[in-house]
């Protein structure tokens, strides 16, 4: 059993509402985390039960840094979980939590999930995020809703610009780009779970090409 289900089985605290599977995406990218210095933003408060989850996985090391419009969530603030009230598509107050909090180490976007607010999100917190960060959005099955400005293969869709993070994260290899792929900062791998987009970054990738071995043993390659 991982560590985050583990976690999450073991909760007495406010009330938690997350789908089983996730625990596995948690535990693949967020454990190199655990029980070290953390900047943690968490978008969505919910009930105040994943603030005090997120804080027992981390330990002790961890700051919770917990966004919402609710201004009854402050209740969900202690010594390690810290609470602002704002609105998660408002670069200005985007801004005054980085300026606060500095640079975040992950992103878990788990709140409105409509697709223009996860859009906005990403757009302001990726580029200022740390350059060994992850960024993690979750629920997108929303993506595929209209009610929550998504549906299938709709442009407006969070999925849709994911797919074209693929594009992105590969543009140096692109012959005929004429600057219509700009790119994705940092960005190293791309995963997909149902329901849940990761990106992670790296400040450095090592693209370099090596060939290994005794190169009299190569095969030729264009013998008939």
Known sequence: MS??????????????????????AYERHFSPFINRPLT???????????????KAYFGP???????????????????????????Q?????????????GAF??????????MPHVKASFDYLYPRMSKN??????????????EYGGGLKSQASFVERFKD??????????????GSVQGLDGAYCLSIYESILVIERSSFINGKMT??????????????
Not at 61 to 87: H, M, S, Y
């Open 105 to 114: 180490d992950i992103v878990l976007d788990d709140g409105s999930h409509m």
């Open 61 to 87: 090391l961890a700051r919770i840094v917990t966004l919402d419009i609710n201004p009854a969530c402050k209740e969900f603030e202690d010594e390690q979980v810290f609470v602002r009230i704002g609105d």
């Open 165 to 178: 993070f693929i594009d992105d994260i590969n543009v140096r290899f692109i012959r005929d780009n004429n």
């Open 133 to 146: 960060g992850v960024y993690m959005v979750e629920d997108m099955h929303t993506a595929y809703w209209e």
């Open 40 to 54: 943690f933003l968490e978008i969505g408060a919910g009930n105040g039960g994943s603030s005090e989850y997120w």
């Open 3 to 24: 560590t985050a289900y583990a976690h999450f089985l073991n909760h007495t605290g406010r009330p938690i509402h997350k789908s089983t599977h996730y625990f596995l």
């Open 89 to 101: 598509s408002d670069p200005g107050f985007l801004q005054s939590v980085i300026d606060e909090f």
């Open 211 to 224: 060939l290994l071995g005794d190169s009299q043993r190569r095969v030729n390659l264009n013998a008939s």
